[in-house]
């Protein structure tokens, strides 16, 4: 019987043994995504399909994660957080009442607080109120964004040039290709208040800049103009706003 649920793991061949794995039942399989040399003797625990990944990138290892899963229903997890699956399954039963592709849920930190400020109930998820999405935030409906043809851009996020963005992006591809999202009040899992999503000067300024040029293409300056104004003292004032205004530097191409 097809499992409704896959977790899909992303990790480093030297963190897979540290992999916080729940208790699942048999609507729920977990699949490990690793990139790098295992080492010598390692076996996956018991219950979890160990991917290799060839290659660097998350980005590869979100997309061997669509290809492996054989749930209706995919969850990105990283190899730090520790899955609520209560809330998962809350967001599965809420996207299959809607005919929705994808779900964007919330993090918890180690404290027990909100990582961040998110919408009250249930809001549609269009280009402009999607960004600030984690990996670990997202479920999505297998078939739908296999169908769509789908997959994460990998030169985006962690462990490629281009560090940031990956998750808009991937939320952006399936909202153009005609797929629906949502956000929805459910905790997916707990992870450590620090992130990449949370760093915001220098080289981190430009990374954004790309991800929006990259979704927004030839329409992206008055993005940037708005993104710069409202963030411009996390950019480090009005002299870096405008060079994130000014940035217009699209992704090489794949």
């Known amino acids: 019987m097809r499992p409704t649920l896959t977790i899909g793991y992303?990790?480093?061949?030297?963190?897979?043994?540290?992999?916080?794995?729940?208790?699942?039942?048999?609507?729920?399989?977990?699949?490990?995504?690793?990139q790098g040399e295992l080492p010598s003797g390692y076996s996956a625990p018991a219950g979890v399909r160990l991917v290799t990944v060839p290659g660097r990138g998350v980005a590869r290892s979100r997309n061997a994660a669509i290809d492996a899963a054989r749930g209706r229903y995919l969850l990105f997890c990283d190899d730090d957080v520790r899955v609520d699956l209560d809330g998962v399954r809350a967001a599965v039963h809420e996207l299959s009442r809607r005919g929705a592709a994808v779900g964007l849920g919330r993090g918890m930190g180690e404290d027990g607080t909100l990582r961040k400020a998110y919408p009250p109930g249930v809001r549609r998820l269009t280009l402009f109120n999607?960004?600030?999405?984690?990996?670990?935030?997202?479920?999505?409906?297998?078939?739908?964004?296999?169908?769509?043809?789908?997959?994460?851009?990998?030169?985006?996020?962690?462990?490629?040039?281009?560090?940031l963005g990956?998750?808009?992006?991937?939320?952006?591809?399936?909202?153009?290709?005609g797929l629906k999202g949502w956000s929805v009040p459910s905790v997916f899992g707990v992870h450590?208040?620090?992130?990449?999503?949370?760093r915001w000067g220098g080289r981190d300024a430009h990374v954004?800049?790309?991800a929006l040029n990259r979704v927004f293409g030839?329409?992206?300056?008055?993005?940037?103009?708005?993104?710069?104004?409202?963030?411009?003292?996390?950019?480090?004032g009005w002299g870096a706003a405008?060079?994130?205004?000014?940035?217009?530097?699209?992704?090489?191409?794949?």
């Open 10 to 34: 992303s990790s480093l061949a030297s963190r897979a043994g540290d992999v916080r794995l729940p208790v699942v039942g048999d609507d729920v399989e977990v699949v490990l995504c690793v």
């Open 218 to 236: 030839r329409a992206a300056l008055p993005v940037r103009a708005a993104f710069a104004w409202r963030s411009r003292k996390r950019l480090g």
């Open 208 to 210: 954004r800049a790309v």
């Open 192 to 198: 450590p208040v620090e992130s990449s999503g949370s």
């Open 242 to 254: 405008l060079r994130f205004t000014l940035d217009g530097e699209r992704p090489p191409r794949p």
């Open 166 to 177: 990956d998750e808009y992006i991937f939320i952006a591809d399936c909202l153009r290709a």
């Open 130 to 163: 999607s960004a600030k999405a984690a990996t670990y935030e997202m479920l999505v409906d297998v078939d739908q964004v296999r169908s769509a043809g789908v997959r994460f851009d990998e030169r985006f996020g962690a462990g490629a040039d281009l560090y």
